[in-house]
């Protein structure tokens, strides 16, 4: 049961995720929580600038929930965002884990947390202890990434949410489709636990 409840968490966030093209061109936004009107979403954007977000009839809460480090295990899927080392390696930002069957958005490809950051999305092979941190091999269709996980990173899973949860404040991660007017639209917000931001 604890297997399917948290399928059904992610899902709202992989619907858009389903393939590499599908995750590394989908728009995304990410910022605080203005306001929430009925299903309308106004999101204040960490470029300072504001989105107004319509929100699907039947939209979902993910929350982050914060994780150990030892669930990162051989044959975890998983993603992270991670910043290219000169050694060919990665190093990692944050880990979100996926549930149990959930494979979304494979692959290594840029992405914008940081400058010049990457995401990498793929099965966990081999896990080594790195000091308190972890070493891990990541692969994906055509290719392996060995990523080192700093022990301060924050490693996140899938759990379900609640529309109370959504309220100004909160920092909140979303996967948008854009509209040939401009007009942004999701199936559902991501949400930190106890209102920490969205590690993604």
Not at 46 to 74: F, Q, S
Not at 178 to 193: F, Y
Request: glycine share 12%; net charge positive.
């Amino acid at each position: 049961m604890r297997i399917i409840l948290r399928a059904a968490a992610a899902s709202a966030l992989c619907l858009c995720l389903a393939s590499v093209p599908a995750f590394a061109q989908a728009p995304h936004v990410r910022g605080t929580i203005e306001a929430l009107n009925g299903d309308r979403l106004t999101l204040k954007t960490e470029g300072g600038g504001t989105e107004t977000i319509e929100l699907a009839p039947n939209w979902n809460v993910t929350v982050l929930k914060r994780i150990g480090l030892d669930e990162i295990k051989p044959g975890s899927f998983i993603g992270t965002a991670e910043m290219p080392q000169r050694n060919g390696t990665g190093r990692s930002l944050e880990v979100h884990v996926f549930p149990p069957g959930v494979k979304a958005g494979e692959g290594h490809y840029s992405w914008d947390l940081r400058k010049g950051s990457m995401m990498t999305n793929g099965t966990v092979g081999q896990v080594k202890a790195l000091g308190r941190g972890r070493e891990i091999t990541v692969s994906y269709p055509h290719g392996e990434r060995r990523i080192v996980v700093p022990a301060n990173v924050p490693v996140v899973e899938f759990a379900n949410g609640e529309r109370s949860q959504v309220k100004p404040g909160i920092g909140a991660f979303l996967i948008v489709a854009k509209s040939a007017d401009g007009a942004l639209s999701s199936m559902g917000v991501a949400i930190g636990e106890n209102g920490a931001k969205p590690p993604m």
